[in-house]
C-alpha cells in the first residue's frame, strides 16, 4: 500500500473524549474514529489489525476442531425467555420488535440460539464433542460506554460453545479451548496470564479470564509466583499474612461504653487496640433473608464471594432501618453475640482470633475479649476477603502479589445451566436421554487490539507486536519527487511485497521529521529509510521501532535482513 | 476435516418451508437452519461456502484499491435524518432505541455512515479517489421474507462506496468496481450477465445489476445477443417488432356506439380489428397530478419507466372516481381526443400507428380512425413498454431475447445525492469547496451461494464450481472399521490435505449407498472411493459431481491428477 492511497488520519493532538493511553492512540493514529457513544468505525489501518487477531483465532479455533458457523444477530425473545434471560439481562440487553410486533433481541452472547441448534441437530453421544464457533458482532448497551473500543456498545466477539455427553468430555473441551487461548494470545504477541474468574451473569461452575498485562488495565489479578496459581481479585482466594493469636488464653467477655464511637477507627483507637482485633458484623438481605459476615477489622468484605457462597441472586447491604430492627441498635454496634433469627458467616482469618473486639447491639456499647463458640455460634468460617497484597497463596503459601490487567477473553464451564431450562438432550450410549454439557468460550477482538497498545506504546505512539502490526516495514521516502528516491523506493517496495513482507510505502510529499512522527506514531515495526544515503551510497538504514535499534544495510541484503527480523519476531 | 467430527445434518426428506430449489437444497445438504422468519443460522458446511465467497471479494475489492473498513451495525437516526431516509425508507427500516431512549437504525446500507465519516477525513482532491468497504450483516424487515437466504431480513453484505473529486473520476471509480465485479462472479464460476438496471431506493443517475443465470430466477433481464446490450425488464428499452402502419393514408374520424365494450380484446373483437390498431389511455396520478399515458393495444405500460420519465415520488392509477372526473365516463372509455388539465404522453410504437381506435371519454363509445396531430395532441413519445420476446435491441436493432436471472450484485452511480444533504465538501486544486461524487456497489453473499445453487443442481443434489464448494474432495471410504481401508483413506486424506486440497473423509458408519447419495447432495466436486477394489487392485475410484464421469487411477498419480482436475475447474 502506498501511505497516499491509503486512509490514515493521524492527529496531532490528542483527541479530548479519551481517557486511556490506548484509547488516545487508536484516534491519534487513525485507527478509529467514534460514530455515537460507544460506537466506533475501524479505518483502514485499524482493520487491517483487527483482520490479523481475527485470523489467528481463526487458525487456532480450526485447528482446535472448532466449528465455525453464522447465527443471526437479531435472535427471537421467545428463546431468551426459554433460559429466562429475557427478564435477567436488564437494559444492557438492546431489544426491538419486528414490523409483526414480534420481539427480539441483538445478541449480546449467543447461548440460546446455539442451544437451540445444538438440541435440533445434536441426537446422540456419537455426534459429540461438538464445539460451535462465530466471529461476529454483539451488542450491550453498557450504562457507561468508555475507554474507545475496550467498553462499547457493539463490539467483534469471537464466542464459541461446546457441547458435550458428560463432565468429564466438557472438561476436556474446556482444556482444549483454555490450549487454544494460550496459542491465540500468545500469537497475538502478547504478555497475558489465564487467571481463575467468577462466571457473573453467565453462570456456570467455573470459568478463566485471559488477561493481557498492563499498568494501566481496569481489571486487577492476584497471581502467586511461586506455584502459578492466579485469579481476578473477584475471584481470588488468599491466606491473611497476619498470623492472629490463636494461642492466647481466653479472657473475660467485658462490654464497654464506648459513646459515639462506631467506625473501626474510632473504637480501636478509644479501646487502645488496634484493626486486627477487632471483628466488624455486616447485615444484609440475601434474596430478602437477613445474614451476618463477619470480617477483621483489618480486611474488607469481598461482597460477591459472600453471594457466590450463599447461591444467592441478590445481596444487598441492610438499610439503617432493616439494621436497627434486627440488631436493635443504630448502626455502627451491630456484633453476633445475642443477634437472631439470622446465620452467621465469619472469613477464615477470623478463626485465628481470640480476644476481639465486637458491637454488643445496644447503642454505644462493645464486647471486649469476646471470643466464639464461647460467646457465640459461626455458622461458617469461609473465604469472605478482598484479598490484599502480601496475603498468602491458599495453594502453596507463599506471598501473592497483585498486577493490573485487561480482560481479552474469558472461558467458562456452564455445566447444564443452559441445556437444562431449553431441554438440549442427547441420547447417550446406554440408551438414556441425558443433558448436554457445555462450555462457552469469548475474545473481544477490538480489546486484544487495545491491551496490545496498552502494553507496546511509548511517547511517541503504538508499538505493535509484529504478528498482529497493520504491516510489517514502512518504507520512508525522504523526498518521492526525486526521481532516484522514488525509483529505488518503488523497487524495494515491490521486491519486499514479491517476498510476502506486508509493506507500505509513505510517498507523501510532507518534511521527512513528519513522516518519522507518523511512522513512529502507527508503531510499524520495521522502518527503512530512503533518501540521498541510499541513493549515492547504497546503504539503508533499518530502525526497529521496539528498541529504537539503528543501522543500515546493503541493498543486496535488504530483503533478507528484513524477512529475518519479521520472522524472528512471529509466534508460530 | 473427517464427517464424524463436522455438522453436516443432511435431510431425507424436503422440508415444507422450503419454495424453490436453491432453499430446498440449502436444507437438506445441511448448509443453512431457519430461526427464525427470514433469519438462518450458516452451519459449518454452509460456512464455508460463504467464506470462500467473502475472501474472494475481499481479495478482488483489495486489488482493486478499495480499502476495508467496519462501520457498527448501529447507526445513528441524525445520520439518517440528514438524508431523509429515516423517514423515506418505511417499514423495512429496523429500528431501535437505546437506553437513554436515542433512535438508532439497524443499517440496510451504509451511505450515511460513510458519508459522515468521508465528509470528516477527506479534505482535498488529493485524497481522492477513495473507496471504502466492508462486509458485514444487514438487516431489512421485508415484509414477507421467502426463498430461504436469497430473500432474509438479516444478511451479510459487501457494501463498497466510491468517493471522487468530479464525474469523470467517479465514471473511473465505477468502471474500475464493474470490472471487480466481473472477476468476482467469473472467480466464483457463475454464469452471469451485468445489465443496466433501475436506481430504486438507493437513487442516483445510473446503476448495473450483476444477475447469475438460472431458469427459477425471480429476475429478468433483457438482452441483445448481437451487440451485448442488457438490462433488467424494469430499465430495458426495446422497440417494438411490429412495424405498424404509418405509411396508411389518414381515413376520416367516426364516433362508434360500442355499448358495453371496454376491455381491449371486446372493443377490438366488437370493431373487427385487432389489439394492434387500438390504442389504450391508461390514466394516473403522479404526485397528486393527472397524467394520461398511450400505450398499443398488444402493449403493457412499464409503470417504472414513466414514473422515471416524469421524476415522480410517487404514481398511482387513477381511482374510478377520479377517471369519472378527469374522462367525463366511466372506466374503459377514456381517451385522448378531448382529456384536458393533464399531458399525455405515448409509447414509441404508438408513433408508428395511423387510424387506430381510442375510447372517447363518453359512456359506450369509442372513435375509429383517430390520428394523433390531427385529431389530438401528444406531449411526448417515450419509451413505455415492457419490453417483450421478440423485441428489437434499440442499440443494433438485433432481436432481444429475455433470460431469468438472480440478482447478486448491484452497483450504482450515485452521484452527488448524499453528498449534497449530507455536505461532504473537499477543497478542490482550484480553491474552490465542491461536492464528492459517489457511487456505492453491493453483493449480497448468501444470494451469491444460493444463486450457485440454482445454476448448479440436478436431482441428486447441489453440483458446486471448484472455487466455492465447501471441499474439492470427498473421499468415500465403503468401510471405514476394515483396518486396511481406514489405514489407506487416512493416508491418502493426509496427503491431499499436505498439498492443499480440501478434503473430507466420510469415514461414518454407514452404507456405500448412502454415503455416495450425501456426496452428491452436498456436491463435492471430487469423488474418490475407496473400498475393497482399492486394497486389492490399487485403483482408485474418481468421479467427477458435474459430468458424472468416473474413471480409475492408481495409487501415485492419485493426488496429481486430484490436483490437476482441482486448477482446470478454479478460474484465477
Not at 220 to 237: F, Q
Not at 249 to 260: A, M, S, V, Y
Not at 412 to 437: H, N, W
Not at 474 to 497: G, P, R
Request: charge should be neutral; hydrophobic fraction near 40%; proline fraction near 3%.
Amino acid at each position: 500500500m502506498k501511505w497516499s492511497k491509503a486512509l490514515i488520519p493521524t492527529l496531532k493532538e490528542v483527541p479530548a473524549e479519551a481517557d486511556i493511553i490506548s484509547h488516545k492512540l487508536m484516534l491519534k493514529a487513525g485507527l478509529i474514529r467514534k460514530v455515537a457513544s460507544g460506537l466506533y468505525n475501524f479505518l483502514p489501518l485499524g482493520f487491517k489489525v483487527y483482520y490479523k487477531i481475527e485470523n489467528i483465532i481463526r487458525e487456532e479455533m480450526d485447528k482446535a476442531g472448532a466449528l465455525e458457523i453464522l447465527m443471526p444477530i437479531l435472535s427471537p425473545a421467545e428463546l431468551w425467555y426459554e433460559t429466562g434471560r429475557w427478564g435477567l439481562y436488564g437494559k444492557e440487553l438492546m431489544r426491538l420488535k419486528d414490523r409483526a410486533n414480534r420481539d427480539f433481541v441483538l445478541g449480546p452472547t449467543h447461548e440460546e440460539v446455539v442451544t437451540d441448534l445444538a438440541r435440533t441437530e445434536i441426537k446422540s453421544y456419537r455426534d459429540m464433542p461438538k464445539n460451535f464457533y462465530q466471529i461476529r458482532n454483539k451488542f450491550r448497551d453498557e450504562i457507561r460506554p468508555r475507554f474507545g473500543v475496550m467498553r462499547s456498545r457493539e463490539f467483534v466477539m469471537k464466542d464459541a460453545y461446546s457441547f458435550d455427553r458428560n463432565e468429564f468430555c466438557s472438561e476436556e473441551s474446556y482444556k482444549n479451548m483454555f490450549e487454544a487461548y494460550n496459542k491465540i494470545f500468545n500469537r497475538c504477541g502478547l504478555n497475558f496470564r489465564a487467571v481463575e474468574a467468577d462466571s457473573g451473569n453467565i453462570g456456570g461452575s467455573f470459568s478463566h479470564e485471559f488477561m493481557v498485562i498492563a499498568a494501566s488495565g481496569e481489571d486487577t489479578l492476584i497471581s502467586c509466583s511461586a506455584c502459578g496459581y492466579a485469579a481476578d481479585k473477584e475471584k481470588a482466594e488468599s491466606i491473611s499474612a497476619s498470623s492472629g493469636n490463636e494461642k492466647e488464653d481466653l479472657k473475660t467477655l467485658e462490654k464497654i461504653h464506648t459513646p459515639g464511637q462506631h467506625t473501626v477507627e474510632q473504637v480501636v483507637a478509644f479501646l487502645k487496640t488496634t484493626p486486627a482485633q477487632l471483628v466488624k458484623t455486616l447485615l444484609y438481605m440475601a434474596d430478602g433473608k437477613p445474614v451476618a459476615a463477619l470480617v477483621k477489622g483489618d480486611d474488607e468484605l469481598h461482597e460477591i464471594k459472600l453471594q457466590r457462597f450463599l447461591g444467592a441472586d441478590e445481596l444487598v447491604m441492610m438499610t439503617a432501618e432493616q439494621v436497627e430492627t434486627y440488631s436493635k441498635a443504630p448502626v455502627g454496634f451491630a456484633g453476633p453475640l445475642g443477634l437472631s433469627g439470622m446465620k452467621i458467616f465469619a472469613d477464615n482469618a477470623v478463626a485465628k482470633l481470640r480476644n476481639f473486639v465486637i458491637g454488643a447491639n445496644e447503642k454505644d456499647m462493645h464486647y471486649i475479649n469476646a471470643n466464639f463458640d464461647r460467646d457465640f455460634k459461626i455458622n461458617k468460617f469461609i473465604d469472605l476477603r478482598v484479598p490484599g497484597e502480601g496475603d498468602l497463596c491458599v495453594k502453596c503459601g507463599a506471598a501473592l502479589s497483585s498486577l493490573k490487567g485487561i480482560v481479552v477473553g474469558h472461558t467458562y464451564k456452564l455445566g447444564t445451566k443452559y441445556s437444562k431450562t431449553m431441554k438440549a438432550e442427547f441420547l447417550d450410549e446406554d440408551g438414556k436421554r441425558k443433558l448436554m454439557v457445555m462450555g462457552c468460550y469469548g475474545i473481544g477482538l477490538a480489546r486484544v487490539i487495545a491491551a496490545a497498545i496498552e502494553q507496546g506504546n511509548d511517547e511517541n505512539g503504538i508499538i505493535w507486536p509484529m504478528a498482529i502490526a497493520p504491516y510489517h516495514v514502512i518504507i520512508t521516502a525522504l523526498n518521492y519527487k526525486d526521481e532516484k528516491i522514488k525509483a529505488l523506493s518503488d523497487s524495494i517496495y515491490e521486491e519486499l511485497k514479491t517476498q510476502g513482507v506486508e509493506v507500505i510505502l509513505d510517498d507523501r510529499d510532507m518534511s521527512a521529521g513528519f513522516k518519522f512522527k507518523d511512522a513512529e506514531l502507527i508503531g510499524i515495526p520495521v522502518r527503512i529509510t530512503i533518501g540521498n544515503k541510499a541513493v549515492n551510497e547504497g546503504l539503508f538504514e533499518i530502525k526497529l521501532r521496539k528498541t529504537g535499534e539503528e543501522f543500515a544495510v546493503k541493498r543486496e541484503e535488504l530483503s533478507n535482513k528484513v524477512t529475518e527480523i519479521i520472522l524472528k519476531e512471529q509466534v508460530k
